[in-house]
């Protein structure tokens, strides 16, 4: 890690990165999810990389987490629902100082807390186990509801994929949620057009995505961000915080395997073991990347 | 007849609601069956109707578990058990969060509705749940005894309930002792009777007593944790079980009875008395349970089979 970005993440008490510090450090972790994935043999490279700004973006700029008290009453939530992103989100937590760096590459290894899915006990951190597709936005609801229940002011934040959002059970709690109305709960998609078998729109057509938020009822954002795009996504922020209609939903357009020029975009690479001259050939593109947005620093 | 199953754990909830400000309650748009409504009307802020949505409903739940609150799920037994055993499995039971699942219209008691509405595999699934517990009560006196228990729990537990007014046993029952209850006692066959088969088994105790059988009576409402050492004391002294339940004989009561006694050294033979493995069909409740071999008839002529 590039010890700019090393002694900004560990600045005490922490202060939120910019826009060129985040896109930095989110090249950084990518490659670290690549290494990992590729040691491992197993593992989910293609939605991991597709969501490797956003998880930054969240846990570095915007989310209200404390890693010395990680299950804090008032802190923000994060429901990875597309769970087989797990690398992604392990890797930014460990960078967040929720556990050490040094587990990463225990990654899926019996004994190891970091499980294939994410699981809420074994891992600090981690807000809820996910993993079997579209559990994350009913949960998001129940938690956002407790917020109220409970008096408490947090942001539920809930991340699926196109995977989620063909399960039932996230339509049916796209209904209820637009009932009970929950603050603060923001549905962040990965719309990255691309699933196990092959391309959405030939496994399961999803557009028009928006239009169909907006006729559930939903409070989303008009303009589709762009999610490797760290001034889009800051961008997508400050409409978050532009009004006070909840539930909000927002599209961020991204790109399967983003950074891997010959794995982008292609269904393939969803969850296949990483071979020796793939990775050779991917790191140094991924290497390049850094490069290019550390000179910015 | 004592008041119906559902009535007195919906007016229970209700009045536990009041000094548990912990409680969230959910229904899946049958409050008015269940009863979970008598809570609603009383906290409209703690209440959620999410409609016929049973995955959802139990998602929800799960966000409201992690924040600290007790929530109690609401919906016929056999649609839980089945619309959302993926939520109940891998988001409560894997992350061992809090929750009362109340099973409404158990067994056959949705009896006119047929067998869609039925629920004769439910405890079955349950069982095979890590971390889950699954009760069913033989009275409305036992729900609220196990509904209490349930709140206590930082876990699952599953709470099977009857749509009907069911004979009020009024047994000593805690459920917090996990504990079965020797109702009769009896030296030549065990009748283990699980959830509301249990007046249908004092019917049949009766019957044998008659023939000059002594049966002893056991109610036996925890299918999980199972109480080995209740069974197991009676059954290493008859030498004889039968398991009565209103639920598929595959995989439910009668087989958490064989899986418990499996390690013991004694022999014994055993009758299982239950739905056969087949659907169900229409009808009224009590001749539902006699066509289905819920019977006091039945059950003493399986016990007389091993005599």
């Excluded at chain 1, 959002?165 to 796209?174: K, S, V």
């Excluded at chain 2, 509301?196 to 109610?219: D, H, M, R, W």
């Excluded at chain 2, 439910?252 to 299982?272: D, H, I, K």
């Amino acid at each position: 890690m590039n010890p700019i970005l090393q002694s900004l993440i560990e600045n005490k008490p922490f202060t939120p990165l910019d826009a060129t510090q985040l896109s930095a450090l989110a090249a950084n972790l990518r490659l670290e999810m690549f290494d990992v994935l590729h040691s491992r043999q197993t593992g989910h490279w293609g939605g991991a990389s597709s969501a490797a700004e956003l998880t930054t973006a969240l846990y570095f700029n915007r989310m209200n987490v404390n890693p010395d008290n990680p299950r804090d009453e008032d802190r923000d939530r994060f429901i990875l629902s597309k769970g087989h992103a797990s690398m992604n989100l392990y890797t930014v937590l460990a960078h967040r100082g929720f556990f050490p760096v040094s587990d990463l590459p225990g990654f899926r290894t019996l004994g190891s807390h970091l499980q294939g899915h994410p699981s809420m006990n074994k891992t600090s951190g981690v807000d809820m186990s996910t993993g079997a597709l579209g559990h994350g936005l009913s949960i998001g609801i129940g938690m956002a509801l407790a917020s109220q229940v409970n008096n408490r002011d947090y942001f539920t934040y809930v991340l699926s994929g196109e995977g989620c959002l063909d399960e039932g059970q996230t339509w049916e709690a796209m209904l209820s949620a637009s009932k009970f109305k929950p603050r603060k709960l923001v549905y962040m998609i990965d719309y990255n057009g691309v699933q196990l078998d092959g391309t959405s729109n030939d496994i399961m057509p999803l557009d028009p995505l928006a239009d169909k938020f907006h006729s559930f009822g939903w409070n989303v954002a008009s303009s589709e961000f762009d999610g490797h795009d760290m001034n889009s996504i800051l961008d997508s922020f400050a409409w978050i915080d532009s009004d006070d209609i909840w539930p909000k939903a927002v599209i961020y357009k991204t790109v399967k395997g983003k950074g891997v020029s010959f794995m982008e975009g292609k269904n393939t690479w969803h969850g296949a073991p990483i071979d020796d001259d793939s990775y050779s050939k991917g790191r140094v593109e991924l290497l390049a990347d850094i490069e290019k947005k550390e000179a910015l620093l | 007849m004592s008041v119906a199953m559902r009535e007195a754990f919906g007016k229970k909830v209700a009045e536990l609601g009041k000094t548990n400000d912990r409680i969230v309650v959910l229904d899946a748009d049958v409050s008015s069956s269940t009863k979970s409504g008598l809570f609603g009307n009383e906290f409209p802020e703690r209440f959620f109707n999410v409609g016929v949505a049973e995955a959802n409903m139990v998602g929800v739940a799960a966000g409201l578990a992690t924040a600290g609150l007790h929530p109690i799920v609401n919906a016929f037994s056999i649609f839980l058990a089945l619309k959302a055993t993926d939520q109940i499995r891998n988001v409560f039971c894997y992350n061992k969060l809090p929750l009362v699942i109340a099973g409404a219209y158990g067994g056959l008691s949705d009896s006119y509705d047929g067998a869609s509405h039925q629920s004769i595999t439910d405890i079955a699934i349950m069982r095979a749940l890590p971390e889950m517990e699954v009760i069913v009560p033989c009275d409305a006196q036992m729900a609220e005894s196990a509904l209490e228990y349930a709140l206590t729990q930082n876990k699952p537990v599953y709470i099977r309930l009857n749509r009907n007014a069911v004979p009020d046993v009024g047994l000593p029952f805690d459920a917090a002792q996990k504990k079965g209850v020797v109702v009769k006692e009896g030296s030549d066959v065990t009748l283990a009777a699980n959830g509301i088969t249990l007046s249908a088994t004092l019917e049949a105790a009766q019957i044998l007593e008659g023939k000059g059988i002594k049966a002893e009576v056991l109610a036996m409402p925890f299918v999980k944790p199972f109480d080995v050492q209740t069974l197991k004391a009676s059954v290493e002294k008859t030498g004889r079980l039968v398991s009565v339940e209103e639920h598929t004989v595959v995989g439910g009561f009668g087989s958490a009875c064989l899986e418990a006694l499996s390690t013991e050294a004694f022999n014994y033979s055993y009758r299982a008395v239950g739905v056969e493995d087949r659907f169900t069909e229409t009808g009224g409740y009590d001749e539902l349970l006699v066509t289905y071999g819920i019977s006091g008839a039945n059950i003493a002529a399986k016990a007389e089979e091993l005599v």
